[in-house]
């Protein structure tokens, strides 16, 4: 089973950064993420508020370098919770569970914050962006001749998989 969700929006608000009974730290925010149609109606693009939760170094990130209107790039897992309300009526509420938050824009597009940085993940490490490994010799770029297609030097005629 999969429940794997990636969002890109705006801060509604600052991150509100709180910490449990035992010292561990939790961060919740807001995000303002437009859909991909128009309402055919009224063409404009409708926007949903989705909330997001953030614990340990990641929320001690957000709520650092993320403010108001700052775009965010968030990679979590959607999670539904049950609860009960003060009058004592069952409600529901979902919301994202952030592993991993990036900035979306540049210093200069938001308000404030820090240049560009990788965040963190929710085990602390640095959530920066992965690159392929180098090539093994035979597997270049295409040739310039503008031909697409390049014939390996090393193929044994194994498959992969």
């Given at each position: 089973?999969?429940?794997?969700i990636?969002?890109?929006?705006?801060?509604t608000r600052d991150p509100e950064?709180?910490?449990t009974?035992?010292?561990?730290p939790?961060?919740?925010?807001?995000?303002?993420?437009?859909?991909?149609?128009?309402?055919?109606?009224?063409?404009e693009r409708?926007?949903?508020?989705?909330?997001?939760?953030?614990?340990?170094?990641?929320?001690?990130?957000?709520?650092?370098?993320?403010?108001?209107?700052r775009?965010?790039?968030?990679?979590?897992?959607?999670?539904?919770?049950?609860?009960?309300d003060?009058?004592?009526?069952?409600r529901r509420?979902?919301?994202?569970?952030?592993?991993?938050?990036y900035f979306?824009?540049?210093?200069?597009?938001g308000?404030?914050?820090?240049?560009?940085?990788?965040?963190?993940?929710?085990?602390g490490?640095?959530a920066g962006?992965?690159?392929?490994?180098?090539?093994?010799?035979?597997?270049?770029?295409?040739?310039?001749?503008?031909d697409?297609?390049a014939e390996?030097?090393?193929?044994?005629?194994?498959?992969p998989?």
């Amino acid at each position: 089973m999969l429940n794997k969700i990636f969002l890109m929006g705006r801060l509604t608000r600052d991150p509100e950064l709180r910490r449990t009974q035992t010292g561990t730290p939790v961060a919740s925010f807001s995000l303002a993420v437009d859909r991909d149609f128009k309402d055919k109606t009224t063409g404009e693009r409708t926007t949903d508020f989705i909330d997001v939760v953030a614990w340990r170094q990641t929320a001690e990130f957000v709520s650092r370098y993320f403010t108001k209107g700052r775009m965010a790039v968030v990679e979590g897992r959607l999670q539904i919770r049950d609860w009960t309300d003060k009058d004592g009526g069952k409600r529901r509420s979902a919301e994202v569970i952030a592993d991993n938050i990036y900035f979306g824009d540049s210093k200069r597009d938001g308000d404030g914050g820090s240049s560009y940085s990788t965040g963190f993940n929710q085990g602390g490490y640095p959530a920066g962006g992965y690159s392929a490994p180098a090539a093994p010799s035979g597997y270049g770029a295409p040739p310039a001749d503008g031909d697409q297609f390049a014939e390996l030097s090393d193929d044994d005629g194994e498959l992969p998989f």
